[in-house]
Each structure stands twice: as C-alpha cells, then as structure tokens.
C-alpha cells in the first residue's frame, strides 16, 4: 500500500519552488508597471460623456466616451487609407479651457511633437468616409458600489497618465464644470 503522502523529490522541490518564484515576480511587475505609468507619465485631460452600465460579477463600473474617441478623417495623416483593429497614434493638444484634443492621426508614432503636446496609442475601431472611430482600451472606469448612477450621462473630466513608453492609463475621473461642459 502507498503512502497518503509521499514526499517530494528534490528536484521536483526546486522547480515548484521556482515556478511559483517566476509567479510571484511576474504579479510583482504587473503591479510595479501600473505603479509606473502613473509615477514616470505625463497626466493629460480629455472630456467625455459617460453611460452606466451594471455589470452583476464586477459591480458599478462608468463605459467612457471620449470626444477624442471619434475623430474627422481630415486628421490622419498615413499614406495609406486607415482599416479597422491597426494601431494608431493620437497626437494631442491641450487647449485653454484645462483639457486635451485630438489635432492628428499616425499610423506610426510621430518623431517629433511641438512643446506641450501629447501622443495616446489606440487603434481603429470602425472606418467611415468623414471620420475614424478610435478606442484607447480606456473607455472603462470602475467606481465604488453605487456611485455609478451618480456620474450617469453627465459631462466628466478624465485624467489619464500616459508613459513615455505608450502605455496609459486613467488616474482619475471628476465632473466636468457647467462652465465647460459641450
């Protein structure tokens, strides 16, 4: 009869060992990336009008519409004609009322940016002949537990730090003031 436990080789032992090692670190860096992009990024505004959706598993969360999020077609600058899920690169502007704008379109990162300009990576959500439909992977912010229907379609202020390596994300939400709003 075999023992109920039989104990572990030591080989066996070691590479557990350094397979929930290899586990542990890469929890450790996900978590110091997120860290990073706030710490080492440049912070930009973009207004948005928010919908509340409820989602049952993962409680009260904001979808985020961007006015960044549908750009004319007069601001890409590719040769080629844009298609839909290609990465692109928004360069933004920001603008006296304390808030970012979408001023151009690359199908490549831009080399070079005038003084207090920004660039958002993306891609192309849908193609139309007057405009582009863009998603930023950031059209989704969760709240505390029944806070959402408070920021329900109501003009928001988002602030998103964006790192120098492309990476973004959103660091903070506030309602847009009166002044401002659309």
Do not use: C
Request: proline residues 9%.
């Amino acid at each position: 009869m075999l023992p109920l436990f039989s104990p572990v080789p030591e080989r066996r032992r070691r590479w557990l060992l350094r397979l929930v090692a290899a586990q542990v670190l890469f929890v450790l860096l996900v978590a110091a990336a997120g860290y990073a992009v706030s710490h080492y990024g440049r912070t930009v505004a973009l207004r948005t009008s928010p919908v509340d959706p409820r989602d049952l598993l993962r409680g009260d969360y904001v979808s985020l519409n961007y006015d960044i999020s549908q750009v004319p077609r007069r601001l890409w600058r590719g040769e080629e004609e844009p298609r839909r899920r290609r990465p692109v690169y928004v360069q933004l502007q920001p603008t006296a009322a304390g808030y970012h704008r979408a001023v151009a379109v690359y199908p490549a990162a831009p080399a070079a940016l005038p003084a207090g300009h920004v660039v958002l990576r993306g891609w192309i959500g849908n193609v139309w002949r007057q405009g582009l439909q863009l998603r930023y992977g950031l059209e989704r912010y969760y709240v505390p537990e029944n806070t959402g229907l408070g920021l329900q379609r109501q003009p928001l202020l988002v602030r998103i730090s964006i790192a120098p390596w492309g990476q973004s994300r959103i660091t903070g939400l506030e309602k847009l003031p009166a002044d401002t709003a659309r």
